[in-house]
T-cell receptor, first 114, second 112 residues
Framework: EAQVTQNPRYLITVTGKKLTVTCSQN?????MSWYRQDPGLGLRQIYY???????DKGDVPEGYKVSRKEKRNFPLILESPSPNQTSLYFC?????????????FGPGTRLLVL | SQQGEEDPQALSIQEGENATMNCSYK?????LQWYRQNSGRGLVHLIL?????REKHSGRLRVTLDTSKKSSSLLITASRAADTASYFC????????????FGKGTMLLVSP
């Protein structure tokens, strides 16, 4: 089954304690991205990756890092989380078939930073 | 930066009625996509319309695109309680692996 998986699904942590949210897709997609979703703000892109070892900042990259060492994985790293990073996070991947693009989303990771 | 803006922010209707949501955007696009999100869950792709298309259908969904007005609409006909969700439009502004930019969404409530 084609899917994007994220772990953990729920996480409560404290300010300053480094954490990593993993993302994996099994569709051999080249493009992957991370979004955060906050009430009243919709989805905002944090980082994206066009291929292995190629990453770039989205709209709200501050306080986040990513890596793309393998095609299937795109972890999101919070080196020193702060309360304003409390949010719902989504990983997504997509393929490109001519002019048709469909983005597949993971189930989300709900993060609370105390 | 937010490209698509949905209208209305929230919509409440009765089962069997039609629901129409609108999306406006600012720059030229390659395609526009609509997604659905059930509470707290991941987004699910519904339909994609290319910039050279004006209308597209998928089951009870009808999407229109007016590039001159930079706007799109999503019509759900004969709505059901199970259609209750948030709906987002997303614009793809370029060629290659460009960024999809999402609006803030319309929350649809369909009452039995």
């Amino acid at each position: 089954e084609a899917q994007v998986t994220q772990n953990p699904r729920y996480l409560i942590t404290v300010t300053g304690k480094k954490l990593t949210v993993t993302c994996s897709q099994n569709m051999n997609h080249e493009y992957m991205s991370w979004y955060r979703q906050d009430p009243g703000l919709g989805l905002r892109q944090i980082y994206y990756s066009m291929n292995v070892e190629v990453t770039d900042k989205g709209d709200v990259p501050e306080g986040y890092k990513v890596s793309r060492k393998e095609k299937r994985n795109f972890p999101l790293i919070l080196e020193s989380p702060s309360p304003n990073q409390t949010s719902l996070y989504f990983c997504a991947s997509r393929a490109r078939y001519g002019n048709m693009e469909t983005q597949y989303f993971g189930p989300g990771t709900r993060l609370l930073v105390l | 930066s937010q490209q698509g803006e949905e209208d209305p922010q929230a919509l409440s209707i009765q089962e069997g009625e039609n629901a129409t949501m609108n999306c406006s955007y600012k720059t030229s696009i390659n395609n526009l996509q609509w997604y659905r999100q059930n509470s707290g869950r991941g987004l699910v792709h519904l339909i994609l319309i290319r910039s050279n298309e004006r209308e597209k259908h998928s089951g009870r969904l009808r999407v229109t695109l007016d590039t001159s007005k930079k706007s799109s609409s999503l019509l759900i006909t004969a709505s059901r309680a199970a259609d209750t969700a948030s709906y987002f439009c997303a614009t793809d502004a370029g060629s290659g692996y460009s960024t999809l930019t999402f609006g803030k969404g319309t929350m649809l409530l369909v009452s039995p």
